[in-house]
């Protein structure tokens, strides 16, 4: 079966909230829309405080003036109502970013002015772009990097691959898996507005095998339109990009490098939803498919969220138990752990992951049992990776190719020792980059 | 509902990162742990131990156990005094320092004075091991490092005294099937191993104690000779795997070993590469090397003439290549590094067996390739996803 070296097989759990359909949830009475919800210049809000807004409506834009806000995506409120604030606030990506806070009058009412519906054959590829642009989607498997930046490769570069990313290998994960299930031809017609943008002719799905239904619904929405849907192995982490992209092209990409230097372009499930969403219904980005599980909470449940609904919210139409150790923004192999309930969702939440039992746990010196090197999907060595950081030799951790890492948690999984890898590389990374800084610094000086 | 507590900083190190209890914990991804830890592996791999140190205390008696017992509680308390004296957090709950200690017994002869599994222990874990950092940064795999240390110390106690029991006036009835010399009585109870008699014979073979065997005057006669003396002081397969023999506590059973090393190979705790490879290695190559025969005047190499199933059953070999060879701390972290030690070990071992001045060469073989461990680990990482070579 496709698949790529390395990788972990832990349970994926997903057994929790697999068979709930998605659910709309009631928009709340605030929402907390982030600036900074992806990848790139980050918006600069577009109203004031006191203002009236209407759902759809922008309420951020990239700032005019940045020379580079061609890399970022417009934020919308997802609710109609007041702004009620404009001030930083935790957000899943950090402590305290600039938000936009909206109090719902429950109107619910949308924005003047918004495309309205079309049929997509009538726009050109531009057209399309165009609408995705607008809509501000973004990458929603997690990364959040702007869509149409994505397919408006650099015209050197050419892309002949599409892949629709639909492993979601990440355990616990149930929404792209619902929407698989529930709107098939949808996410087909998606993928193929994608495809007219970049006029690629090779269109692939890629499912991981422990979804032989959603592949099954695929493959006949796919029937006759020039879709190959694979299924993949069942291994962590099969929906990583260039994972993902070799097990179905035998394509490498370059260390480095990003899948456009193969001729591919990847995307999400849910960002396939999205662009579908816009294109056809003219309805920019404001909700999000989200999965709640976890034992931490009674009813694990799969949400059609607004964007900026504060976790709290979510947790609490799935019954928080109490006694909860940890909360996570995303999967429990990548996602982050979150300090406040208060942060809200964001166009890359994927789920929001409780759990009871977490524990901090005393790591030892590296035993060389060699499993992290087993298991790490890009060929890279964490184990020379954990003792150069953990020595603080900023030599030897400038040969151990920690920019390749992408942190997928492999190594770190199946470290008997418990060491803390990803934790090291995060730190690794910003000291390199730090010491890069300075090292410019002097050769100007 | 939880209290909040405030994120640690996106730079701060591992070591900051912590959590009140009854808070949400902040911790980097991933969020989940497999079960696999240290203690799980140490403790697995001295179960997988224990059907062998059973057979040995039957067949050596009781002071093999006692002998066992010396060795884990001088390594328990060793590592333990040292961690104390450093100050630094005791482990010896995780197992490391037990299974040192019981490896330490395994490589010794069951009747050897209290005093040398003491030293062995004590050297292992105190030097070797602790001295180097612990767990996880010792050079040497420490229980080989122990019997090599007292070998160097009290040779005649460790090697050419290893043999059957006499303690406690306790004998097997298996060792009444004991290959019997010239002099049966003598060598039930201090008789050399099997590997020690064969080697032996053929010195004072080409010393020029004959014995009754003809001296060869050509190629095919010597063949002749060295396969009579082989016939001469061979064991039986059967009795060298299945244990029925002379050598140290833990060596004896190959099929016990084996036995346990399945167990662990399962478990993925060992690769089948270094086993396979270490004692495939040993079989060709001690069937193939040449075996020296004196002649009148004349020496003859004798190409093709040993006995793989005899000398991969004998010995430490089975020991070696399922528990001590593949020792994670000591060996190479890949499995292309693990395939150059295995080769690397079976070749050592051949060489000392059979050239060298040690009847048995698994030991030292280990040894030496823990030396070379750094070293086949900077020329064995693997290659990077996507990283073209560099020109």
Known sequence: ?445 | MPDEQTNTASDATPEAAQAAPGRLLVTSSPHLRSPESIPRIMWTVTAALLPALAWAVYVFGPQALVLTAICVASAVATEAAIQRFRGKPITVADGSAVLSGLLVAFVLPAHAPWYVPMTASIFALGIVKQLFGGLGCNVWNPALMGRAFVLAAWAPLVVSGSNWPTAFGWRHPALAAAPAGPDAQVDAVTGPTPLNRLKERLREFNAGNRRNVAVPTNANEAREALRQIQAEEGTPLDDLYFGRTGGCIGEVNAALLFLGGIVLVALNYIKWQMPVLYIGTVMLLSWALPIAVQGEGTRYLVWFAGQPLAEIFAGGLFLGAFYMATDMVTSPVTTRGQVMFAVGCGLLTVLIRRYGGYPEGVCYAILLMNTATPIINRYTRQSVFGKRPKK
């Open chain 1, 1 to 445: 079966m496709r698949t790529f070296s390395g990788g972990i097989h832990p349970h994926d759990c997903k057994e929790l909230a697999k068979d709930k359909p998605l659910q709309p949830l009631p928009p709340p009475p605030q929402v907390v829309l982030p600036m900074s919800q992806h990848l790139g210049v980050p918006c600069v809000p577009t109203v004031k405080k006191g203002d009236a807004v209407r759902k759809g409506q922008v309420i951020g834009q990239p700032d005019p003036t940045n020379p580079r806000r061609f890399v970022s995506a417009p934020v919308h409120a997802s609710v109609s109502g007041k702004v009620a604030a404009i001030e930083p606030r935790p957000t899943p990506l950090s402590t305290s970013a600039p938000c936009v806070v909206i109090e719902n009058d429950g109107q619910d009412a949308w924005a003047d002015g918004l495309p309205a519906e079309t049929d997509p054959s009538s726009l050109d590829a531009a057209g399309i772009k165009t609408r995705i642009q607008e809509a501000g989607i973004v990458g929603m498997g997690g990364a959040a990097f702007p869509t149409h930046v994505k397919i408006s490769p650099p015209p050197e570069k050419r892309i002949d691959t599409l892949i629709l990313n639909a492993a979601e290998c990440e355990p616990y994960l149930t929404c792209d898996y619902r929407l698989m299930l529930e709107r098939p031809a949808d996410l087909v017609e998606g993928l193929l507005l994608l495809a007219r943008t970049m006029d690629v002719k090779d269109v692939w799905i890629g499912v991981e095998a422990n979804k032989p239904d959603a592949a099954e619904l695929l493959r006949r929405a796919a029937d006759g339109k020039g879709v190959r849907v694979e299924v993949c192995k069942v291994k962590y982490p099969q929906g990583a990009e260039k994972q993902l992209i070799y097990a179905l092209t035998r394509r490498k990409v370059p260390t480095g490098g990003l899948p456009l230097d193969v001729g591919v372009v990847v995307q999400n499930v849910a960002t396939a939803y999205a662009v579908r969403e816009a294109v056809r219904f003219g309805k920019p980005l404001i909700e999000r498919a989200v999965t709640v599980s976890g034992d931490g909470v009674e009813r694990p449940a799969n949400y059609l969220a607004r964007l900026g609904t504060p976790f709290r919210t979510l947790l609490e139409a799935s019954g928080l138990r109490s006694g909860v150790r940890k909360i996570i923004s995303g999967g429990p192999m990548m996602g982050i752990a979150q300090s406040s309930l208060d942060v809200p969702v964001i166009k890359g939440t994927s789920g929001i992951l409780v759990l009871q039992q977490a524990e901090a746990a005393d790591w030892r010196a590296c035993i060389s049992c060699g499993r992290c090197v087993e298991a790490c999907p890009m060929g890279l060595m964490p184990n020379e990776i954990s003792i150069a950081c953990e020595a603080r030799n900023h030599d030897l951790m400038g040969a151990v190719d920690i920019l390749d890492c992408f942190e997928c948690g492999c190594c770190t999984y199946v470290c008997p020792a418990k060491r803390p890898i990803v934790h090291w590389v995060k730190w690794g990374k910003a000291e390199l980059a730090k010491r890069r800084a300075q090292q410019q610094k002097q050769k100007v000086g």
